[in-house]
């Protein structure tokens, strides 16, 4: 059976590092919003328009179903801090008969984020960083909670 995975965490706590790396050991589809805007938009050139984002979300929307469809695990190496982009994938997966897997990253220490983001060429910056933790990791457990449509869900620290 395919899995969707889910990765949770701050700019810069390494999901991308390693859903690239469970991509090596599990093979699967690499489906994240910044890999699709990359795709359609260029990241260089994207700016940010509500067009565009349900542009990116329609896509990666068809990129899971097919990937679940095709036999394959589905990674989505999102923020996905907020249980509202973490329901979409549970659903999709429910629909599709895949399992859900759920990393969460929330435990990485801002500090840690803040380096790493320094050193990649497309910086999000420490104030983001910072506003996104307070917003949704300081003060809440860990790992987050998960919504009620992904119940049943198998959590893993891969």
Known sequence: MSDVVVFRGLPGSGKTVRARALQRAE???LVGR????DLLFGLAEYRFSTWRELRVGEVQEQLIRTGLRAGSNVLVDDLNLRNSYVR???ELAAEEGAGLRVIDLTDVDPA????????RDRTVGAALIDDLYERYVRGRPYPLPLPPSAAGVVSSAW
């Open 112 to 119: 840690v984020c803040r380096e790493n983001d320094r050193a």
């Open 34 to 37: 910044d890999h699709l805007r």
């Open 27 to 29: 093979g699967g589809w």
């Open 88 to 90: 979409r994938p549970a």
